[in-house]
């Protein structure tokens, strides 16, 4: 079905979940009221990013009062959001709920969590180990966290699953100054441009803006197309809220136009796959 | 040097949003900073100027009596050029007073306590204007650790510790940095006639060159070599960069806890912001 989709392009305060929270349900009144049927917040959108050793001063558990106020208030527009989630027992990911209709569609815990240059996640989080992907209102979806779409294999996977939509919530930092956009912006998108092309998937890319000592994040958050063109874009570095209106219709005509889905041959994917792991001898 | 060519208006836009942000996340609305006459805390004055109100940035020129009296004509210019508030504060009657104890000094420990007492006055600002000092060492400074610890690299937030000097000259360029201000040679001014490039044995387009390649693109030495670099220039600013890195660090804490500070106690500094 054709749906109309916000993505909330903000700046959270590092550390503070209660402010956080105050300004994801004004984001979320406000989309509700402009008639949208989904708004996707970006990554650690409850927290901040670089929470080092605050991870488990602002880790939620699922049944916390925090996110049972988002299941409620996805009565009335379905929300997909990042925070860190505290377990039973007692380790933190980085996660993502898909909510609708007053209940929890889909958790997703990151699993590609990036250590090496600026990153340092997989000190401070667990890792989550499964892609699935899920029906929602609007047809079969699949979530990425930032990091996780790096991974071709995490998209494809994904869109083997039956997704034809992919969301990724992201806290992506600028960095890249010498070329004509920015380095870190212009890689995503291509990236989110090209998964879309390959999978005949929508991407909706919702990333944050805001600086953490000194760290600027880039926004630009935008939906393209199964097509892989970008229908629309948000600010560069300053917060927005990006509205796009999402047709059924050329999902469908894409996936007619270019049936590469319907031709993917899991059988010699598995096949080679599981080759490669016996002679890596696992 | 095409990798070294910044996109001016993106990195303006990158800067003057961090000095916006970051300054007023605590709760502050202006900055000081030390106005030398010379491009790097010029440029520094135009981003705030253009971040926060003009009126909210405060420039301090601090001269000594050695210093070339250009300085402090090229330090109103800029002042008055991106129309921020400046006062003067000379330092010579402080420095003075304490190497009359110590006569014999020498131009290196007489140039740190200059660089000392400028801090001290900036940070005395800091608290009687409810200011955050801004800091105004670039890249290759930093790198190279040509400048005083606790002296010229203290600051609360520094807009251009990032950009190489080539990069400095560009977006000063592009702000409207006046142009004596641009053109001169860098200069410590510490003594009549000093220059930076003269002191340090190499121009700094010379050391950016490399700099950006050994740093930033990591290429090995035999890829420095086989793109024409002279292995004793390589060799001389790895050790400069290897030698100075105690002054890119925090004191270092002999651990006896289970959390020591910044080791395994580690938080962002705009921890709650």
């Known amino acids: 079905m054709d749906f109309t989709v916000v993505l909330a392009q903000i700046k959270p305060k590092l550390g503070c979940v209660v402010e956080n929270l105050a300004s994801v349900e004004e984001r979320i009144a406000a989309a509700r009221e402009a008639g949208a049927d989904l708004i996707v917040f970006p990554e650690l959108a409850l927290s901040g990013y670089f929470l080092k050793d605050l991870v488990p001063d602002v880790a939620l558990r699922v049944d916390s009062a925090e996110i049972q106020r988002l299941v409620e208030l996805s009565g009335g527009i379905s929300i997909a959001i990042g925070f860190v989630e505290e377990t039973d027992d007692y380790h933190f990911f980085n996660s993502a709920l898909y909510l609708e209709d007053g209940a929890i569609r889909h958790l997703h815990r990151k699993v590609y969590l990036p250590t090496y240059g600026l990153f340092d996640e997989q000190r401070y989080l667990a890792r989550g180990e499964a892609f699935r992907a899920f029906d929602t209102r609007f047809g079969r979806f699949g979530m990425l966290i930032c990091e996780d779409m790096w991974h071709l294999s995490a998209s494809y996977i994904l869109a083997m699953d039956g997704a034809t939509t992919l969301i990724c919530l992201s806290s992506s930092p600028a960095r890249g100054i010498e070329g004509d956009s920015l380095g870190s912006a212009a890689a995503w998108q291509k990236l989110v441009s090209t998964t879309a092309m390959f999978l005949n998937c929508r991407v909706l890319y919702s990333n944050r803006v805001g600086f953490e000592d000194g760290v600027n994040f880039w926004g630009g958050s935008e939906y393209i197309a199964p097509s892989g063109e970008s229908m629309v874009r948000g600010l560069l570095l300053e917060e927005d809220s990006v509205t796009a209106r999402v047709h059924e219709g050329a999902l469908r005509r894409e996936r007619i136009f270019s049936p590469m889905m319907r031709d993917e041959n899991l059988f010699v994917t598995m096949q080679e796959l599981q080759r490669i792991a016996q002679e890596r001898g696992r | 040097m095409s990798e070294l060519l910044a ?267």
């Open chain 2, 7 to 273: 996109n001016t208006e993106l990195l303006r836009k990158i800067l003057v949003g961090f000095v916006r942000e970051e300054v007023r996340k605590v709760g502050i609305s202006k900055v000081v900073l030390g106005l030398s006459g010379g491009i790097d805390s010029a440029l520094v004055a135009f981003i705030a100027a253009e971040a926060l109100d003009p009126e909210n940035v405060h420039a301090i020129c601090m001269p000594y009596r050695t210093s070339n009296p250009e300085s402090e004509k090229h330090a109103r210019l800029v002042a008055e050029a991106c129309g921020i508030r400046f006062s003067v504060v000379p330092i010579t009657t402080m420095v003075d007073a304490y190497f009359e104890k110590f006569p014999d000094a020498d131009n290196m420990r007489r140039g740190n306590k200059m660089a000392r007492e400028r801090m001290t006055i900036l940070f005395d600002h800091s608290a009687l204007l409810r200011a955050l000092v801004l800091g105004t060492s670039n890249k290759t400074e930093l790198l190279l650790g040509y400048g005083t610890l606790y002296g010229d690299m203290a600051s609360a937030l520094n807009p251009i510790g990032d950009i190489y000097k080539s990069q400095v000259w560009q977006l000063s360029a592009a702000m409207g940095v006046p142009r004596e201000v641009i053109e001169k040679q860098p200069s410590a001014d510490l003594w009549a006639g000093q220059t930076d490039e003269e002191e340090l044995g190499f121009s700094y387009r010379q050391v950016d060159k490399l700099l950006f390649r050994m740093v930033d693109k990591r290429l090995t030495r035999q890829e420095l070599a086989a793109e024409g670099f002279d292995g004793e220039f390589v060799e001389s600013i790895h050790a400069k960069i290897q030698n100075s890195h105690f002054k890119r660090r925090l004191p270092v804490i002999a651990k006896v806890s289970n959390r020591t500070i910044d080791r395994d106690f580690r938080y962002a500094r705009d921890w709650g912001k």
